[in-house]
């Protein structure tokens, strides 16, 4: 077992070894007008050290990318990155989050309980940290199983997303009322919610701060935003460096860790009371895929699924679901007042 510990470590670190250039790194040109170097999303501060340089494994030959960490916030954000004006241009290709809506239109069934089981474990973390059923509306909602298996549990849902095709699955095969709209452009539909849940949506934001503020000013006073978002603090993204699959570049513009997650909804009004974390085995099995070839790759993820699924259940997971409560406007105010001298 050891030996096979220790082909499996030398392995990843010969995958690991730097083949890319240092940053500066990516495809901006004189005359380029669809990527920037941004300043860090979180602080605003430009200075930056790099922590890993990646290829983007969706779209072949697209070019580099960094993930650089902020020298003042610490939080970890992608140079360069599509200018927002042209995002639409990061999620090319056939992107898998709607990959079944479009085949649903052109034909295919879907069993309703099979397709809403991989969202069950959260609708029942999301139940846990309310008080009782509301109102719920999940930004990102894709083709809606998410907000069917709320629905199954007595909420009545709402869902926005900014492809068309998934939200007309969600209206027209489930029932359910949904619209196409992008979080930092448009109005929200009108609250109170009891609870906003973002699956996957918070690394694609250009301004997380002012997007939870604007879902903070849906959300009934103690309401509920759960966001979920893979974890640059993870084991997996240490292991595998460039080529961890939660880095998911150039789409993902914030690498989020449970620490700087938690400070940003402070920032905008929230504060924490539940992380749960878990490494899903696809992420695994997509990184080992990417960092190793042959009979070490078949060997890998024999011996790290198990291993990263156990080590998953703790901070070091590869994803996190992060639950903070929306403080309450009295309880705001009156924390105001006392910092006032
Ligand atoms: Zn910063």
Redesign the pocket.
Known sequence: MKALVDRVIEGVARARAPKEPPVPAGPVVEGDDTLERPA?P??G?TRARPLVVARDTWVEGRGTYSVVR?E??A?RYTTPRFKEHCKHLAFEGDYPFYTRAREVKAGRRVDRAEARRPFEGRADRLRSVTSQAGRVLDIGCGDGFFLDAMRVRGWAVTGTDVEADVVWHAQTQLGIEATVLDLEEDALPAGPFEAVTMWGVAQLLYRPQRAFEKVAAVLADDGILAIGVSNIDSTGARLFGPRWRGLGLPRHLSHFTPGTLTRVLEWSGFEVVRIHHETPRWIVAHSADDALVGPVATAAKAALVPALGVAGRTRYGDTMEVYARRISRSRARVATMAETP
Request: charged share 0%; net charge neutral; aromatic share 0%.
């Open positions: 860090c979180l602080c501060n902020c003042v916030c939080h």
